[in-house]
């Protein structure tokens, strides 16, 4: 890297650590801000407060006292480090789904046709703070969120646990969250394969919540992810776990409630999934448990029902492609090996027809101009796309998708 | 009565009687016999040995031996009574789907559709064995098949007796097998709420099986009905089982599975429910327990799943009509009341259909001739009509269904 990419790309960092650090995440109006104009020149302007009004709002009490300076050096002190869509870490295939509701759902306000999107929205994050050894890209279309309750029963963590150690076992990447009961036996499920497992967090990386989770962090942090979009010592507030929620969601091929009560913010998290077009599973277990019955409300739902799941083979089934199942691997983890490519013949007649909607090779596709070109609707793009991606047959461009280059 | 009908009544119920005991259980062949020439003159030509090769193929080992004088002798002195389709408490209602389904088969073998039904179909009996003091003709659309393992889990056992006595605290018939475990703990339920269940039997009713469950037997006599396709004295064969089940789908407007197994004999009466078009409920359980595989298993299917179902309220929507849930009673039940009349705008869409392919009031019509009146799949016109009946809005009549004559 030149003397002169080097101070570029220290600009850049030093905006999005600002960035990250002004507003709280899922903010809309900045993140609208940001497309427009850039890293660089959005923060300078949030920096001089030379903002719309609906930008100020959400920056103005921060922009002054920000200091991202400290907070690359903080994070750097303990092991962290930013990501930004510049990187070729940054994970654009599990964040195209967030970044196309986002578009969608602004360019429906624009039009009229719903009310001003505003924070907690399903928009991608403008950077990540992570740490730990696993590279964020990997999480593809190989990788499961598993959700669950803090207050599980022995049954929910068992279940956790075994479940996350068999996609550990065949290069599932497990998403969850840091919290006690179904998340901790998620990771150390995964752990325990000495699989991958990705922790997303509602609070600064060097603040693990809870406390007694310090240990399942470093553990995490050795052979997976730590993941926030909170700068170092954020508190996890309430309204920062929402926004997490999304996260996990979307860096899961699909989403798995082990255990929800009827309340559960795992069903937040689910419905997530849902309008990302994810596939949402769910676990069944005792109708006497209260700890069920959020997912049995999944898998009865009339529209769009949860799928019930009671084995690592039928969750798998749900992650890209089924023929993985028992294959040698999907996205490249670390020893991990390359996709499997499937012929066109075994896709669904609604991946093929997205398929068939590319244009030729090397150009790059948005998910709207897919539905357009494929005539299908965009949830069917966005949930076709993981499959294609896992088949090899597509690969993810910075502005979007291509065909995959034909191996020789 | 006069002397020359008390007569006639005698001749039909020995001809009954020797009919029951001279073949197996749903036999084909016999059925189409009985239905072209009556009870008498079939029951005479069997027992002259006058008959086409298929009917003596399954009735020649016995028709020298049959005694139905005895029969009805040891029936009378177990308390035991024979009903035919000339009783008034015949269960017309519950088994006109088994008629049309037999009927269906039969026309679809003789143009070639498919193979010659033959023993163990779907067509109705030409007799049952009844013990007890409920009106088997109470079992309409508020009646709930319970199936399930005989080696249940405490869990199992636990939902299908709270199950079925919530059940039957809201006038809902409970029917079931006679086996441990899962039968057992539904008829316990509906007996401790003061209600009815229906105990079909695959052997004579004198003859309790398993031997332990005598108390049982004539416990479900005190308040509710033991039936059997066979007479007095008959042993419980294997081959039984399997007719007995179709009986027992038959008489439930709904089959509420509670534990199975992949194998379970449960999963055969949930498929004969599914056959005649009756709902198939099942209830979820932990993922590690091999009593719940079959329900899971059944939820999960492509085709037809069944519904979960965590509540009796839920049980209940499925049972004629949801409004029915809390409301004052269904079929008349002794003690019961009268049918809750719904209006004709409370109805979906296919029940409309059906009711208004109803010719004018005091004809009768047949599921056949109501799916080509209507427009609706046979299957459909089976499966609305316990909701119309339920409703008030049509009444059984002997050769079909007819509109209800209107309340002043």
């Known amino acids: 890297m030149t ?3 080097n101070v570029e790309r220290e600009q850049h960092l030093l905006a999005a650590a600002f960035l990250s650090r002004v507003a709280e995440p899922a903010s809309v109006p900045l993140w609208m801000f940001v ?25 103005e009490a921060r922009r002054s006292a920000a200091d991202p300076e400290a907070d690359l050096s903080a994070a750097d002190r303990n092991g962290i480090r930013l990501l930004t869509p510049a990187d070729a870490d940054w994970p654009h295939f599990a964040f195209a789904a967030l970044r196309a509701t986002g578009q969608r759902r602004v360019a429906q306000w624009r039009v009229g046709a719903r009310a001003r999107p505003q924070r907690g929205e399903l928009i991608p994050p403008l950077a990540l703070w992570v740490r730990g050894n696993a590279p964020l890209a990997a999480v593809g279309p190989r990788s499961v969120a598993v959700v669950g309750s803090r207050a599980a029963t022995a049954y929910g963590e068992h279940i956790a646990s075994e479940f996350s150690y068999g996609l ?29 497992s990705v922790l997303v967090s509602a609070g600064g990386l060097d603040r693990p919540y809870p406390s007694g989770h310090r240990h399942l962090y470093d553990q995490t942090a050795e052979q997976g992810l730590l993941v926030s979009e909170r700068p170092p010592g954020s508190a996890p507030h309430r309204q920062r776990f929402l926004s997490r929620n999304r996260l996990i969601a979307a860096l899961g091929a699909a989403t798995l409630v ?35 019955a959020g997912c049995h409300r999944l898998i009865q739902r009339e529209e769009e029902p949860a799928s019930l799941v009671t084995s690592v083979a039928e969750v798998l089934s749900y992650c890209g492609s089924a023929d993985l199942v028992d294959g040698p691997g999907g996205a490249p983890l670390p020893g991990g090996s390359a996709p499997v490519r499937r012929s066109y013949d075994s896709l669904d007649a609604v991946a093929r027809s997205v398929l068939d909607g590319f244009p030729g090779r090397g150009h790059s596709v948005t998910e709207a101009e897919l539905s357009r070109l494929s005539g299908q609707p965009i949830s069917k ?22 065909l995959a280059s034909v191996a020789s």
Do not use: F
């Open 3 to 5: 003397a002169a990419a």
């Open 35 to 59: 497309e427009e104009h850039g890293y660089r020149a959005a923060a300078a302007a949030v920096r001089a407060g030379d903002v719309p009004a609906e930008v100020a709002a959400c920056t």
């Open 168 to 196: 550990a076992q065949r290069d599932v990447v497990v998403v969850s969250g840091g919290a006690y009961g179904i998340d901790a036996a998620a990771h150390r499920g995964a752990l325990a394969a000495g699989g991958c």
């Open 258 to 292: 082990v255990e929800a009560a009827h309340r559960s913010g795992a069903l937040n998290s689910a419905g997530y999934a849902r309008d990302l077009g994810r596939p949402v599973l769910a676990v069944p277990g005792p109708v006497t448990s209260a700890m069920s």
């Open 381 to 402: 793009v966005i949930a076709a796309l993981p499959v294609l991606q896992g088949a090899g047959l597509i690969t993810v461009a910075r502005e979007g998708y291509r």
